[in-house]
């Protein structure tokens, strides 16, 4: 099993929208609506930002939001902050087989 | 709160196996709908879900590891446990281990990782 593809990098100015794709197959993001995002700073744990393809966690800053299509998820960060600078990654649910396949990884800088 | 801390070796020598376990505090491991996941991240790239153990023990793997891999679960200590057999310099990396809340959508079970421990690097090495 592959892992997703993500963009290797993304850039925007504070206050500006970046959209992070996640692109899969249809053996795994396309099949299920079990797509989540998690944000890593330098040295940190990943944190979860979005579950379930398009839900947020209590505490999780309204400026994020995921959506799917076809085969491929997308992150969205609205309202760009200096503090969003970091490494996302998405992850899916693969089928009763693979299980989880996470993405390649986006690098996201605030300009 | 939950939390989860990993503890172990920080050094293996190659052939030899690894083992590391995850404490779970602010929760009982056998309550609620949890799946108790291991996942790793090597210097410089991204994350790869190792497995993952229910409280009733049923485990699931993935398949690229799962000839090396054991998980485990000590309700009495609420604690899970990673076993890696024949390691090389290759699975070098830092492991956390991570909480999974399940969730139920058509056509599949799975879970989402909300809580994460700090990581552990594990150096393999002779």
């Known amino acids: 099993q592959s892992a997703l593809t993500q963009p290797a990098s993304v850039s925007g100015s504070p206050g500006q929208s970046i959209t992070i794709s996640c692109t899969g197959t249809s053996s795994d993001v396309g099949s299920y609506n079990l797509v989540s995002w998690y944000q890593q700073h330098p040295g940190k744990a990943p944190k979860l930002m979005i579950y379930e393809g398009s839900k947020r966690p209590s505490g999780v800053s309204n400026r994020f939001s995921g959506s799917k299509s076809g085969n491929t998820a997308s992150l969205t960060i609205s309202g760009l902050q200096a503090e969003d600078e970091a490494d996302y990654y998405c992850c899916s649910y693969a089928g009763s087989s693979t299980f989880y396949v996470f993405g390649t990884g986006t690098k996201v800088t605030v300009l | 709160q939950v939390q989860l801390q990993e503890s172990g070796p920080g050094l293996v020598k190659p052939s030899q196996t690894l083992s590391l376990t995850c404490t779970v505090s602010?929760?009982?491991?056998?309550?609620?709908?949890?799946?108790w996941s291991w996942i790793r991240q090597p210097a410089g790239k991204g994350l790869e879900w190792i497995g993952r153990i229910y409280t009733s023990g049923s485990t699931n793997y993935n398949p690229s590891l799962k000839s090396r891999v054991t998980i485990s679960v000590d309700t009495s200590k609420n604690q899970f446990s990673l076993k890696l057999s024949s390691v090389t310099a290759a699975d070098t990396a830092v492991y956390y281990c991570?909480?999974?809340?399940?969730?139920?959508?058509?056509?599949?079970?799975?879970?989402?990782?909300?809580?994460w421990g700090q990581g552990t690097l594990v150096t393999v090495s002779s």
């Open positions: 991570a909480r999974g809340t399940m969730i139920v959508v058509v056509g599949a079970e799975g879970d989402y990782f909300d809580y």
């Open positions: 602010g929760g009982s491991i056998s309550s609620g709908s949890y799946y």
